[in-house]
């Protein structure tokens, strides 16, 4: 067995037992045979079928479906911008999805219409993908007229924090429970997300992996720089439109339903390019996905343990894996 097959192994099987565990772990604890027991319909006690099929399955399938979609968003952007701190939110995701929620929650009381029949429809899942996608729609519109791409990665940041202003202002201006509500939303949550809205999560998450896997080879050539890549045949401004697209329904849908969870989408190509020592989109990508999958179940695992936001443990683990690469590594790419 290969190195790398073995190391996929070895992803593969933790990613396993970090899930099994997720299933297992809260403030009821289960064995694990009463997890297989309620999974397969077999349980004798009502409750335990409930806390295992209707709150824990759903969480630790959020958590593996945004560990891989961070991590290979945050992929694809560091090779597009060929820059080692880029990430999943580099293009203004979470500065779109931060202002769709504050309008929601901190602007619409203001205003009076948070009683809205349109509002309530919408909700902060609605506000935070349309802020996002709207976010990106911009940014994607410029990237089609300018060929710079550093360009496009300062526009972004500058859009970002324009954004942010806005934001920051709305939040002075609130009354202390929607400030309230809306702390809590950037403080990113695995435990929200309902059956209904796994249902949308799943199919659109599926799709911007599905797009990820199929720019590998357009992303190996953009490591070797964009006017390489032309002379190749590359068509450029074709690809930045399926990495802006595949970012949009990764990390944007990731962020409306989950809050920001920062630090996977960063660290996460990193560890991969660590521990499988190649710079082969083939090989880095599954890797990044399954990688990112087991460390967001493994920070969902102790953030119930210690009765935490799971933002606060990504980011404890996050900083150091980041540390470690930028003093270990000169050279990314």
């Known amino acids: 067995m290969s190195r790398h097959s073995l190391l996929f192994a070895l992803l593969l099987f933790a990613t396993v037992a970090l899930f099994t565990a997720d299933l297992a772990v809260g403030s009821v604890a289960l064995s694990p045979g009463e997890v297989w027991q309620a999974l397969t319909g077999r349980a004798a006690d009502p ?24 991590a290979a968003s945050g992929l694809e952007m560091q090779t597009l911008f060929r820059n080692p701190l880029a990430g999943p939110y580099v293009l203004g995701v979470s500065s779109g999805a931060a202002l769709g929620v504050a309008l929601f929650l901190l602007g619409a009381p203001m205003l009076g219409i948070a009683g809205h029949s349109l509002l309530r ?28 791409i550093m360009v496009i990665l300062i526009l972004g940041m500058m859009l970002g924090s324009g954004i942010g202003s806005v934001v920051e202002i709305l939040q002075y201006l609130s009354t202390e429970t929607a400030l309230k509500a809306f702390v809590v939303w950037t403080m990113g949550s695995l435990g929200d997300i309902t059956a209904g ?31 390489y890549a032309r002379t190749m045949g590359l068509d450029i401004r074709r690809t930045r439109t399926l990495l802006v697209l595949s970012t949009v329904l ?35 990508m599954p890797a990044s996905m399954l990688t990112g999958a087991a460390l967001l179940l493994g ?8 009765a935490l936001p799971v933002n606060t443990i990504t980011a404890l683990t996050g900083i150091p894996v980041v540390v470690i690469v930028v003093l270990r590594n000169r050279s990314f790419f």
């Open 47 to 70: 409750v335990v079928h409930d806390i295992v099929l209707k709150i824990r399955l759903l969480k630790a399938l959020a958590a593996l479906l945004a560990g891989a979609a961070l």
């Open 121 to 148: 429809s919408l909700g902060v899942v609605g506000a935070a993908w349309l802020g996002s996608a709207l976010v990106l729609a911009v940014v994607l519109a410029v990237s089609r007229r300018i060929k710079d």
């Open 197 to 227: 809205q796994l249902a949308v999560l799943l199919p659109v998450v599926t799709a911007g992996l599905a797009l990820a896997v199929a720019v590998i080879k357009p992303l190996n050539l953009l490591l070797l720089g964009e006017s």
């Open 250 to 284: 990764l990390a944007g849908t990731v962020t409306a339903f989950c809050g920001p969870i920062g630090f996977i989408g960063l660290a996460v190509p990193h560890l991969a390019r660590m521990l499988f020592r190649s710079a082969d989109h083939r090989v880095l």
């Open 299 to 306: 920070c969902d695992l102790v953030s119930k343990l210690l």
